[in-house]
């Protein structure tokens, strides 16, 4: 989908998933940043790849199980403005992965910059919708997260 | 839905959806003003106010027919700021209404400086989704739309 | 600016600003409800609020003095959906009034589900624009806060 | 700022701005296409990398003379979806170019769909902010667009 930058920096180099995304100059306010819903749109960006990467939204037609943004969280360290290019990029730390959950660490880069813009956290859980409960992360979806994070 | 203003000014008489919406901060961009683009989501809530006062979603799930928004455009008279509410109000001339369509004229006017802002239109579509092609805009929809229009 | 509603319900009673926000049929997502991101934007209508309340943005003109939005967090109970009203509900614990920081406490309620949708934080810190540093709430700010979150 | 992409399609190369936007996931709606406000969202991003090229928001500090929307509109010919890379080209055609205002014309490219996905315009007029009037484009702007757009 979205192609891995080919000059990502080193501080991300822990991450898997890297989505360049052209600032936008409506994506400002009226203080003249980006605005700071938009750094969780960025966020979600980076999470839905992550989610094709791994297949995690592929058995939800068959199975009804499927992921639930329960919760996230931002920390602001450096306005970010236009003209810039953020890199988004999301991780899973395996440690984090439960039987039904897990969380995701992100982190906005700034190509103008040259410096983490923001970081922030999303924790996720497997969810059935037919039966209205969670659900054990489907084992071929573990097992490809597994495989990203640890190559 | 929506409750209709009890305090509707006299140029929107004419009107019979009229739908007030707070202006929220966030909704102005780096020049201070609300941008362009908000003005179209304020028309987008009145024509879905209008969709569900004469029933036009309703039978898409039966008969697969629906709208389709095929073009819209807005004059922006006066720059928006907050704080602020507009009453977004939208009627559908019905010399426009066709068979496979008809026009929406959208008023956007703003309590705080008492006058309209922006003035715009939209082109709908009836559309049977099932066999992707124009449909004629069912009779019950029609019907309701004509009522409301000649109240 | 936005009235307080006359039927805050009790859930919210310890909560000093209250404001109605009508939900968009376009702040719903692909999957259909209300986008994460929005539920910031219903923050953040909150928060100025708070800050004309108190006074948070008056001084920034002469002193330079403002808020900066350091950190923020959202735990999602309940999915929202259109048609609804929310009222974002927003407070500032006394005991998290530093000198040069204070919490925000953040909730959402849904009028049609008649039950908190969402709870969240925001970390607002006092910063000198013009020397680029951190600078004490101004003193006129602090006692406008103590006096809403006492009553 | 953004750069040229290198396989404009054919059908943009009368369009001497031309730039590419991943489409996000959370551009898209309820009824799961591309929201059309995004739309001129994108539009808004040519338009400010058209106003870059030219110059025509340098003179605004100095002389108070910049760009007004006036309006806008959009046709839409086919539905975007996540996920795809829109190209956004603008134009301005000479014989638009008045003493105070011109037209820019605006087209989506879906290279998902290698198709025209819509087409819009966008009235533009130069005004005195300072003392509140229409003002000539000035000569400096005026002369980068008759050799952009004679390129």
Same mark, same amino acid.
């Given at each position: 989908?979205?192609?891995?930058?080919?000059?990502?920096?080193?501080?991300?180099?822990?991450?898997?998933?890297?989505?360049?995304?052209?600032?936008?100059?409506?994506?400002?306010?009226?203080?003249?940043?980006?605005?700071?819903?938009?750094?969780?749109?960025?966020?979600?960006?980076?999470?839905?790849?992550?989610?094709?990467?791994?297949?995690?939204?592929?058995?939800?037609?068959?199975?009804?199980?499927?992921?639930?943004?329960?919760?996230?969280?931002? *920390?602001?360290? &450096?306005?970010?403005?236009? !003209?810039?290019? =953020?890199? /988004? %990029?999301?991780?899973?730390?395996?440690?984090?992965?439960?039987?039904?959950?897990?969380?995701?660490?992100?982190?906005?880069?700034?190509?103008?910059?040259?410096?983490?813009?923001?970081?922030?956290?999303?924790?996720?859980?497997?969810?059935?919708? *037919?039966?209205? &409960?969670?659900?054990?992360? !489907?084992?071929? =979806?573990? /097992? %490809?997260?597994?495989?990203?994070?640890?190559?």
């Amino acid at each position: 989908m979205a192609p891995m930058p080919t000059d990502t920096p080193e501080a991300l180099s822990a991450y898997p998933i890297c989505v360049r995304i052209p600032i936008a100059w409506g994506d400002m306010d009226a203080f003249q940043h980006v605005n700071n819903t938009v750094f969780f749109r960025y966020f979600e960006t980076a999470r839905i790849n992550y989610f094709s990467a791994v297949g995690t939204l592929a058995p939800m037609e068959s199975t009804g199980v499927g992921p639930i943004l329960a919760e996230t969280s931002c *920390r602001f360290r &450096r306005p970010l403005t236009f !003209p810039d290019t =953020v890199i /988004a %990029a999301v991780r899973v730390p395996l440690e984090s992965l439960e039987e039904d959950r897990y969380t995701m660490e992100h982190v906005l880069w700034s190509e103008a910059q040259q410096t983490i813009a923001a970081m922030g956290t999303g924790s996720i859980v497997s969810f059935d919708y *037919r039966n209205e &409960r969670r659900a054990p992360v !489907p084992e071929v =979806v573990r /097992a %490809a997260m597994v495989a990203l994070e640890s190559d």
